[in-house]
């Protein structure tokens, strides 16, 4: 099983709708999470941190986090053509963002 | 904000020659920094952890003999790989937090090598 599992997508979605991401983590002791969103031939960057139970909102975008069901997601609405790319989960077991775990991180495509 | 940055960004190389990556960062000061590479389609694997002093710490499977590390100063960590060969191709990147935002890794632009 790997650490942290992302489906690979593609998830298509049309433009102004509502994305939605899913990670799901192995170990219990996890206590930070991360998603990042990487273009082609970039490198990531962060997009949202969550440590705590329930929803964390900024902007757009929407981290949920239940530790109890080892499960993330990221919503992203009003999806835009730019937010097109990948979007990797990222986890570490203490409460910073040192030595990440990342998923494999899945393909958003919004399309016209 | 905080930059990192990676230098050379690509560099193609031969097989058998060894090849230096720099990661500064520009406006902060980084005591830990840390080396991921990406295989094309795969996500970052951390290869080691740059620690400014001392020796790098490498994870499990990654030859500290073939990549390594010098953090010779609080701004600047170097990954060397030596001996490249085909299989070594890839994107290396480079991150760094700042103390002060504990929640936050800066990442490089990352550096493309391909070894022929």
């Known amino acids: 099983q790997k650490e942290v599992e992302q489906n690979s997508g593609p998830l298509s979605v049309p433009e102004g709708a509502i994305a939605s991401l899913n990670c799901t983590y192995s170990?219990?002791?996890?206590?930070?999470f991360f998603w990042y969103r990487q273009y082609s031939g970039k490198s990531p960057e962060l997009i949202m941190s969550?440590?705590?139970?329930g929803d964390k909102e900024d902007g757009r975008f929407t981290a949920q986090l239940n530790k109890a069901s080892q499960y993330v997601s990221l919503l992203i609405r009003d999806s835009q053509p730019s937010d097109s790319a990948t979007y990797l989960c990222?986890?570490?077991?203490?409460?910073?963002?040192?030595?990440?775990?990342f998923g494999t991180g899945t393909r958003l495509q919004v399309t016209l | 904000g905080a930059v990192v940055s990676q230098h050379p960004s690509w560099v193609i190389c031969k097989s058998g020659t060894s090849v230096k990556i720099e990661c500064r960062s520009l406006?902060?000061?980084?005591?830990?920094m840390f080396w991921y590479r990406q295989f094309p389609k795969q996500s970052l694997m951390l290869m080691a952890t740059?620690?400014?002093?001392?020796?790098?710490?490498?994870e499990q499977g990654v030859e500290k003999d073939k990549f390594l590390i010098n953090h010779a100063s609080l701004t600047l960590s170097t990954l060397t790989v030596t001996s490249a060969h085909p299989e070594d191709s890839s994107f290396y990147i480079c991150?760094?937090?700042?103390?002060?935002?504990?929640?936050?890794?800066?990442f490089g632009p990352g550096t493309r090598l391909t070894v022929l």
């Open positions: 991150s760094a937090p700042r103390a002060v935002e504990t929640d936050t890794q800066y």
């Open positions: 406006d902060f000061q980084a005591t830990t």
């Open positions: 740059s620690n400014e002093g001392s020796k790098a710490t490498y």
């Open positions: 170990d219990r002791v996890s206590q930070s």
């Open positions: 990222a986890v570490n077991k203490d409460g910073t963002a040192s030595k990440l775990t």
């Open positions: 969550i440590y705590s139970n």
